[in-house]
């Protein structure tokens, strides 16, 4: 089992930044991969960024070039550097981790951006 603690949620003005948390214990693993989804009332979730035990990373086209997705594995611990934030980006986010074909995620945090 992992266990995932998001945190840095909170309410924002367009064009501002926010750095979301995600503490993770348990079983893990440093090649597990680590990621990042969004729900926006009346969406379906959606992945925002991975990133890769290797360090490389991925991101959806709507963020890309705003969004920083890292992991420091000696603290377990992955973030999300979100800048230039848009109302469009309001939604709770959700750390994920994913070991073959288990997957676990935390509670969720809100993210408000007001206009």
């Known amino acids: 089992q992992v266990q995932l603690v998001e945190s840095g949620g909170g309410l924002v003005q367009a064009g501002g930044s926010l750095r979301l948390s995600c503490a993770y214990s348990g079983r893990v693993f440093s090649s597990d991969v680590m990621g990042w989804y969004r729900q926006a009332p009346g969406q379906r979730r959606e992945l925002v960024a991975v990133?890769?035990?290797?360090?490389?990373?991925n991101y959806v086209d709507a963020v890309k070039g705003r969004f920083t997705i890292s992991r420091d594995n000696a603290k377990n611990t992955v973030f999300l550097q979100m800048n230039s934030l848009k109302p469009e980006d309001t939604a709770v986010y959700y750390c994920n981790s994913r070991q073959g074909p288990m997957m676990y995620w935390g509670q969720g945090t809100q993210v408000t951006v007001s206009s």
């Open positions: 990133i890769l035990s290797s360090g490389a990373t």
